[in-house]
């Protein structure tokens, strides 16, 4: 860990400028960067010479699919994973023997500060696979001393069979997954909050302090937040401490942010905007101002730890539903859901045109023996009620309509939160 603040930037420069000359020596498309702005690596003395350079974007990514901006041969690679999209071509990205260490170094980090010690067990349901959150996990958690339950994703009933007889300490998995587990050990007649269970590290998707107060309170554990990205390395980017609870620490030796504004400039700490990383150790494929579309806001250290922190992501700039003119996002409407009395935590948007207009519906389901699951009055206040706070809160009109207990779609990973049935 650095010590006060000059050392970390004063470390991170020159990580930047090792970064910049590797990759000046290896990667064509950030060589035509650099060249473009006439620098060159040693040109870069301040955090401010890093603004000078172009944002890299997805499809930046996706144009040099599969290997075109890897920094090292072939040969060095020792892993590779691929982002989360469902269409278009995927993002691969590689890792060498060095970055999987660095990797496992940072998640084990992320572990510690949600509390989590060696000897734990840890139980991981984040899916094994391409997708970075199992296998991140798994090798952060067995770095820093833990017992590993490889559980992945899916096959619910035995997750929870699993949770009660190997007693693990720490879950590490979605939001949303979570609550199907919560919800399966309702099913089987079991309490979640006389397990074993104390901490849980929920990331991979944009979740609320209302869900973590839902979560903490059903599943009598501490909720925390983790964040990352393949294309900056996998979970372990940012974790909230579990001391502070009020942001996640960005493992800024690892990985410099900034924010910037929809024009692209970089706007001061504090203020909201989208997230950019810049990779500072990374051999295989190294980012350099990477666009995340994650929205946020960086904030200082805190007591846990000098590095800068991120307040919780509010969305993604790409799940943003512009509603007649307004912006909404899955999570303002999570925020309110989960304070309308009588109803579960599983909601779904679906945005339709039935003429010209958009129109948003909120699809929630009434929580089960509650009275809005058995009468159609309570229900409709319910519904009335979603819509008042929306009016009021977000200030635009939108449907809201009470399902079934056990209607809709549930999470075994990310949550799709918007079902877009717009035909144009
Ligand atoms: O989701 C890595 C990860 C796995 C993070 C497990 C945390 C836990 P991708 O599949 O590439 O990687 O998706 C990255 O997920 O840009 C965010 O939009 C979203 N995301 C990740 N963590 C959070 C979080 C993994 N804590 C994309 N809050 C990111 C909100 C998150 N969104």
New binding site residues.
């Given amino acids: 860990m650095p010590g006060g603040p000059e050392e970390l930037r004063a470390r991170q420069i020159v990580r930047l400028r090792a970064t910049l000359r590797h990759v000046y020596a290896n990667v064509p498309f950030y060589r035509d960067m650099l060249d473009a702005v006439g620098l060159q690596p040693d040109d870069f003395h301040d955090f401010s010479d890093l603004a000078k350079l172009p944002l890299t974007s997805k499809d930046d990514l996706r144009a040099n699919y599969a290997f075109g901006l890897l920094a090292v041969d072939e040969d060095q690679i020792a892993r590779i994973h691929a982002?989360?999209g469902t269409t278009g071509t995927p993002v691969v990205v590689a890792y060498t023997k060095y970055d999987l260490d660095i990797w496992a170094s940072v998640v084990a980090r992320s572990i510690r500060a949600a509390g989590g010690r060696p000897g734990d067990t840890v139980h991981i349901a984040?899916g094994y696979g391409l997708?970075?959150?199992g296998l991140?996990?798994h090798y952060g958690a067995e770095r820093l001393g833990c017992t590993v339950i490889p559980a992945s994703g899916g096959v619910t009933a035995r997750q929870v069979q699993l949770i009660n007889d190997l007693r693990p300490e720490i879950i590490m998995v979605t939001p949303t997954y979570m609550l199907t587990l919560l919800d399966e050990f309702e099913r089987q007649g079991l309490d979640a909050a006389e397990s074993s269970l104390r901490i849980g590290i929920f990331?991979?998707?944009?979740?609320t302090e209302a869900m973590r107060r839902e979560i903490e309170q059903r599943g009598g554990l501490t909720a925390v937040?983790?964040?990352?990205?393949?294309?900056v390395i996998?979970?372990g980017v940012a974790q909230e401490s579990a001391t502070t609870k009020d942001g996640l620490h960005i493992w800024e030796d690892h990985f410099y942010p900034e924010i910037v504004g929809p024009d692209g400039a970089v706007l001061p700490d504090g203020q909201p905007g989208e997230l950019v990383l810049t990779t500072l150790t990374k051999e295989a494929m190294p980012v350099i101002r990477y666009r995340?579309?994650?929205m946020t806001r960086l904030l200082p250290g805190s007591s846990y730890a000098p590095f800068r922190r991120m307040a919780r992501?509010s969305g993604?700039s790409d799940d943003m539903i512009i509603l007649r003119g307004v912006n909404v996002f899955p999570t303002q409407i999570e925020e309110i859901v989960l304070r309308v009395p009588g109803l579960a935590p599983h909601f779904q948007l679906l945005l339709t045109r039935p003429e010209q207009l958009d129109e948003l519906t909120v699809l929630v389901e009434a929580a089960p023996g509650s009275a809005e699951a058995r009468e159609a009055g309570a229900r409709d206040a319910a519904a009335a009620e979603i819509v008042r706070v929306v009016k009021d809160s977000i200030g635009v009109t939108v449907q809201a309509k009470v399902v079934d207990p056990g209607t809709l779609e549930r999470s075994t990973g990310k949550m799709r939160r918007v079902i877009d049935e717009r035909s144009t």
């Fill in positions: 982002s989360s984040y997708f970075t959150g991140g996990a990331g991979a998707e944009p979740w937040d983790i964040y990352g990205l393949s294309e996998g979970p995340t579309r994650d992501i993604r």
